[in-house]
């Protein structure tokens, strides 16, 4: 309100025009919408509801708000000084309100309530108050409307009005032209996320922007906005089994063949939208993998791991790899992992140690792969806990913090990849912060090569060099994702 009467911009409405009846909110604010006339036009809201909102609550006076809604009581405050930066506009609480001084300025466009709320004040405070009613009376909301019946337009307009920052829900569009009496997008994903849950892709539910690529993947074999807003909602429908299991497929394959035991374990979450269009099928038995198929779904995905295929170009890419993981399902085989990838030891000597980058998740990975071992123990650690946790608790320094800081080294320097693996908190304290000459006589005798094998490790740990260290380790790592990529 403050800033219609300063004349300050406060943002166009969006509104698309289309003859296609979609579901769509009835309720604005606390007041719900009477049904629109036959054949009248509508306009779909898609940006600037609240605002909407907010000028509707205040100045309508023919419907009857159906919930509490104290926030349309708005007040000029005639005793306010003009301010460029304070409000003049208050919600006092009702016994708060002062008519001699608070104006309901939700009489401005109903001529008998204003005539009643004016009619007991001074002829200054009058006047005041006719010239604040006359900026509202005159002031328009800005409005851009696109008019078509080619969502491919919408989705652009979607796309270019993200790229500005304001945040459009598409899901909630998909979800309106892809309702019906028995079919709800929102909650078949819900269902589908309870079910995917206790194998901790629960989660998946909060990525919209995923799950809508994978139905556009998997019906329109293309992940873009313009597939993504060219999808026919009985499509959706009718192929949403095939969806579900094409998601829960690719879930059970990463956890069994790359030990990807949560959503977030992902250097890229996109790396589940082709991989879901492989196990896309209409019925529950799923896709009988070769030994030939696996391989390449692995090589895929490493490769996509370090080559950070969906950094750049990342619709371009999904779409080839959509292709191909359609042939590999129906052919048998596909040029699916003939992507150009490479890893050298830099990757792992310069890179730090940050949860939740690109490069961080994929090492990770990268280790948990290698079937890492109880530093103190020699047992098999249970990745579970680890990666599902997926905190820095479970990553320690290989030479310890404590023993290279005595050597004043910065921490850049020491928290680069080629010094971490997962060590848990427990065993990390119990080798404690010395040399790993020292703390070697504190690990399984009878294990120790195990160890360090199923943590990528060369023996020249326990030369205390840590210059030597890293380079070796380094290219020890190296040398074990190029074989996963091979």
Known sequence: MDSIYKGYPFGALILWRTKEKLTHERQLGPF?????EPDYPIDYVLDGQQRMT??????QSELVANEEAPWTEVYFDMEAESDLQESQFVCPEPEDVDLSRHFPIGTFFDVTAYRKATENLTADRAELIDEVQAVFKEATIPTQEVATEDRAKVAIVFERVNRLGVELDTFQLLSAWTWSEDFDLQERIRSLAEEVAPHGFGDIAEDTNLILRCCAAVVASDASPSALMGLKGADVRSRFDEIENGVKGAIDFMRANLRVHKLINLPYPTLLVPMAVFFATPDTKGVDVSDSQRSTLERWFWKACFSRRFSAGVLRNLKRDIDEMTTLREQGNSNLDRISASVDADYFADQTFTIGTVHTKAFILLLANKGPRSFISGGEVDLGPVLQGYNREEFHHLMPRSFLKKQSRQTTEINKLANFAIISSQDNKRLGGVAPSQYKKK???TSVDAILASA????????????AFLTARARTLAEFATQKMS
């Open 32 to 36: 719900a919408l009477p049904d629109v």
């Open 54 to 59: 907010s000028i509707f609550g205040v100045f």
């Open 443 to 445: 690990m399984s005798s």
């Open 456 to 467: 990528a490790c060369p023996n020249s740990l326990f030369d205390d060099d840590y210059e």
